[in-house]
Nanobody, 119 residues
Framework: EVQLVESGGGSVQVGGSLRLSCAASSPRLCVGWFRQAPGKEREGVAT???????TYTASVKGRFTISRDKADTTLYLQMNNLKPEDSAMYFC????????????????WGQGTQVTVSS
């Protein structure tokens, strides 16, 4: 079973930055970040596959950057210029597929890390 452990969440003010990390027990073809705010559905934020092809949701393009280390066992999400609407629980996710932007693609989930952006 694949284990995913997130870290790096916290509270920041509008315009601030945070870097999320996710340690995976083994590399997978596709990994990414999802988020869920209270009362809202979980949504894909950014994903990256083993060919380094990235996908971002429109609201974070130009502000967030997803990356992974050379061993493909640590995933990062650099979040800059944070906005209140970015506040959510962020989940690391992994899949044995080349694309994993939809929840139905995901085979493995982390426990989540909270991000709160205050104005």
């Amino acid at each position: 079973e694949v284990q995913l452990v997130e870290s790096g969440g916290g509270s920041v003010q509008v315009g601030g930055s945070l870097r999320l990390s996710c340690a995976a027990s083994s590399p997978r073809l596709c990994v990414g970040w999802f988020r869920q705010a209270p009362g809202k559905e979980r949504e894909g934020v950014a994903t990256i596959n083993s060919r380094s092809i990235t996908t971002y949701t429109a609201s974070v393009k130009g502000r967030f950057t997803i990356s992974r280390d050379k061993a493909d066992t640590t995933l990062y999400l650099q979040m800059n210029n944070l906005k209140p609407e970015d506040s959510a629980m962020y989940f690391c996710a992994a899949a044995d597929k080349w694309s994993c932007f939809k929840q139905t693609d995901i085979g493995y989930w982390g426990q989540g890390t909270q991000v709160t952006v205050s104005s």
